[in-house]
């Protein structure tokens, strides 16, 4: 099954700097709108599965995550989303964000590195809602990437191939998207799929 997920955000442009945060370019109901209009056309679809609301994009106090997201749900309500999610998003916002509409997914940044997200991973599992970490594989400290590759030798993999399969073991709901142009690491990313960690590796990699 391949499900098509999309994004849309505060896409800032030439003289939108200048704007009130609400003015800019995708954050008003017409700009969300086309946002998810285009995307239907350079898509080729009648809606996509999951259209994501990027969070962060401007200062989180002018630019609440409530009205986008509403003008997000009534598109939704019309048929031209199937389902909602939220990027780039703080605990406190994903709460918010359940609070006003049924939320498939969360998006952000998380791998062995940046952990900040631990509580919002088992709040999203508990929730049965998918975390879609970004970044799976990219950004470790040095430390981080010494026991990458001491678990990957002891497994004859690569060390991105262990990041991926430590980020399934870390919880049933995370789904992975980790982006190539190589067909080489698409297959590569896919075996990860097959690699069990044991609790020794997890223990090291921490």
Not at 171 to 179: C, K, V, Y
Request: hydrophobic share 45%; net charge negative.
């Amino acid at each position: 099954m391949v499900l098509i997920v999309t994004k849309v955000g505060a896409l800032v442009e030439g003289s939108d700097i200048a704007l009130p945060a609400g003015e800019k370019t995708g954050l008003t109901p017409d700009n969300l709108r086309r946002a998810v209009e285009a995307n239907l056309r350079s898509l080729d679809v009648d809606r996509p599965d999951v259209v994501n609301l990027r969070m962060g994009d401007l200062d989180r106090n002018e630019a609440p995550l409530a009205a986008p997201l509403e003008t997000l749900l009534a598109l939704r309500e019309e048929g031209l989303v199937r389902h909602l999610g939220i990027s780039n998003a703080t605990s406190a916002e994903f709460a918010e964000a359940r609070g006003i509409a049924p939320i498939a997914c969360v998006q952000n940044l998380y791998n062995l590195s940046p952990r900040e997200d631990d509580q919002l991973v088992d709040a999203c599992a508990e929730a049965g809602i998918a975390y879609v970490p970004f970044f799976p594989v990219d950004g470790f400290q040095p430390v981080t990437a010494e026991h990458l590759d001491a678990v990957a030798a002891r497994h004859g993999v690569t060390a991105p191939q262990v990041a991926l399969a430590w980020l399934l073991a870390r919880s049933p709901n995370i789904l992975l998207i980790p982006g190539t142009g190589s067909l080489d690491h698409l297959e590569e990313n896919i075996a990860a799929g097959a690699l069990e960690l044991s609790a020794e590796d997890i223990a090291e990699l921490g």
